[in-house]
């Protein structure tokens, strides 16, 4: 892992856990992010080769992803081997913008976590 991707990272964490009952456990190798025992994010730094670093969360649906992809396709991206209600949020080359990377995490957050989790939060 390069410097920038460990950077990426520790700052993944940082937003991630911060999160109400929010755990990292690895999946697939990769450091991943559950909200009550449910996924929902995803850190990957150049997985199986592809020369990327993103953070794979939650959206909704198809045409929420779809529509993000059409509209920044240098910032979203289509991950590999998740279902069609998840994308990427590239994090390089250019500078991340942690605000929205943060509220992206939060709303994964919220479609993930078990309803009774969900129920008691409200940001």
């Given at each position: 892992?390069?410097?920038?991707?460990?950077?990426?990272?520790?700052?993944?964490?940082?937003?991630?856990?911060?999160?109400?009952?929010?755990?990292?456990?690895?999946?697939?190798g990769?450091?991943?992010?559950?909200?009550?025992?449910?996924?929902?994010?995803?850190?990957?730094d150049?997985?199986?080769?592809d020369?990327?670093?993103?953070?794979?969360?939650?959206v909704?649906?198809?045409?929420t992803?779809?529509?993000?992809?059409?509209a920044?396709?240098?910032?979203?991206?289509?991950?590999?081997?998740f279902?069609?209600?998840?994308?990427?949020?590239?994090?390089?080359?250019?500078?991340?913008d942690?605000?929205?990377?943060?509220?992206?995490?939060?709303?994964s957050?919220?479609?993930?976590a078990?309803?009774k989790?969900?129920?008691?939060?409200?940001?």
């Amino acid at each position: 892992m390069s410097p920038d991707s460990a950077a990426f990272l520790a700052k993944i964490r940082e937003i991630a856990l911060a999160l109400p009952e929010t755990e990292e456990r690895p999946s697939h190798g990769q450091a991943t992010f559950f909200a009550g025992g449910k996924m929902f994010a995803q850190f990957r730094d150049d997985h199986h080769g592809d020369d990327r670093t993103v953070i794979v969360v939650k959206v909704g649906d198809a045409e929420t992803r779809t529509m993000l992809i059409e509209a920044d396709p240098q910032l979203y991206s289509r991950p590999a081997y998740f279902r069609a209600d998840w994308v990427s949020i590239n994090l390089a080359p250019r500078a991340p913008d942690w605000e929205h990377v943060a509220g992206r995490l939060r709303q994964s957050w919220l479609l993930a976590a078990p309803p009774k989790l969900r129920a008691t939060q409200a940001f």
